[in-house]
């Protein structure tokens, strides 16, 4: 009874419901769409993904570093809601005017899913910042159950639409953000809190917004490039082994979630003790997500097929060498929390720019003479650069994380 109710379990519990979800409502709702319906559906969801990515970076990713240093916890709280609330109606509302300027024929559903995603999402992270981990599993069981209904009504929909689709899922995600409002009861207003809680966000997210836009683009140009490069075949069959792989990314997002504010905090009183707890927190992590990446390495060809079916076996090698490309993600995470957790933000934007600039400069070369394996060179050469890049600010520091991470 003591290990069911261990924080770290409960997290890991709620990790597996909400990867398991979302990996398989992909694979459910591309099985119910037509293949140019689900681009259309991907092609919202990597909007929505950038717009988390932008808010993120003034709201959550300050929060995950300040919430572990404030002394007024529910005026702080009451602050971030809020300011996340109101980036999500200005993300809306310039989503509207861009469609009536360019003439483009956005749902409005699209809209309201889009908005209950967002909150959802800051939901799941400001709970685990806090450090309470089962109101988010009951959070994520909540709209995971509200999620199977509402895909359920739409597969008994005889129209198989866009529209139709985002009006019945936004409904768990938006129910998700009422149940957050009573959990965290923003209702603590303070002046001197709420200024001085938006001067630090300002400050910290000027940085961390420049960063968010420049890593989705470092993360995303040789895909994107693949599209123009090699038609659109290779572009659905890069994206499918992406999201396959998309469920150890969000494992790795909870990793971040709930293990950077902790370290942050310990940092802020010993900076060694808190690179001693990420390190071993990083040691175990990978017992768990290493054992994972070996069995996809293994029964890559498998898993393909099985998802998209058997046109999809002869680009297998994809999803191996994005599960080779994983293993680096991992070994980078401590080091990219360390530069996080030390609030070295401008640092933490170079790398990123750095990984661009190598991506808009050799793109054009290593798809044109490479086709798909150019994009795998570049996206594991655009890797390689960062951790390349953040140990040598660390080594700057004399903080030789990387040495105690690789002594396992």
Not at 29 to 50: H, K, N, P, V, W
Not at 121 to 148: C, E, M, Q, Y
Not at 230 to 244: D, I, K
Not at 251 to 267: D, G, M, V
């Amino acid at each position: 009874m003591k290990f069911a109710n261990s924080p770290k379990v409960i997290v890991l519990l709620d990790q597996a419901l909400f990867s398991g979800t979302s990996f398989l409502c992909t694979v459910i709702i591309a099985r119910m769409l037509d293949m140019e319906t689900f681009g259309q559906y991907s092609g919202y969801l990597l909007g929505i993904y950038l717009a988390v990515s932008g808010i993120g970076a003034f709201v959550i990713q300050p929060l995950q570093v300040l919430v572990g240093q404030t002394t007024n916890l529910k005026q702080y709280l009451t602050f971030a809601f809020w300011l996340q609330v109101l980036a999500v109606l200005i993300f809306v509302a310039l989503i509207f005017v861009i469609a009536f300027v360019i003439q483009a024929n956005i749902p409005f559903s699209a809209l309201l899913f889009a908005a209950g995603f967002l909150l959802h999402d800051f939901g799941r992270r400001v709970l685990l910042a806090t450090n309470r981990p089962k109101s988010t599993l009951l959070l994520d069981a909540i709209s995971t159950l509200g999620l199977s209904a509402a895909l359920f009504i739409f597969y008994l929909d005889h129209q198989k639409d866009l529209s139709s689709l985002f009006s019945y899922v936004a409904i768990p995600y938006l129910l998700s953000s009422l149940l957050l409002f009573w959990q965290i009861k923003p209702i603590y207003f303070e002046n001197a809190v709420l200024v001085s809680s938006f001067r630090l966000h300002v400050i910290e997210g000027k940085w961390l917004f420049l960063t968010a836009i420049t890593q989705w683009w470092s993360s995303n140009l040789f895909v994107v490039a693949s599209g123009i490069y090699l038609g659109a075949a290779a572009l659905g069959a890069l994206r499918l082994a992406q999201s396959l792989m998309g469920v150890l990314n969000v494992l790795l997002q909870s990793f971040e979630n709930y293990i950077l504010p902790q370290t942050a905090a310990i940092i802020n009183t010993d900076v060694h003790q808190g690179m001693a707890y990420l390190t071993n927190a990083s040691r175990k992590a990978g017992m768990l997500f290493l054992p994972v990446l070996a069995v996809t390495l293994i029964f890559s060809q498998q898993i393909f097929v099985l998802v998209g079916g058997k046109e999809y076996a002869s680009y297998a090698y994809l999803l191996q060498a994005i599960t080779l490309l994983y293993v680096l993600v991992f070994i980078s995470q401590p080091i990219r929390l360390l530069i996080r957790a030390l609030r070295l933000n401008r640092h933490f934007f170079y790398g990123y720019l750095f990984s661009l600039t190598f991506a808009l400069v050799f793109s054009h070369a290593l798809l044109s003479n490479f086709g798909l394996s150019g994009v795998l060179i570049g996206l594991a050469a655009s890797q390689l650069l960062l951790i390349a890049y953040w140990v040598y600010i660390l080594l700057n520091r004399n903080l030789q994380l990387w040495k105690s991470f690789t002594s396992f």
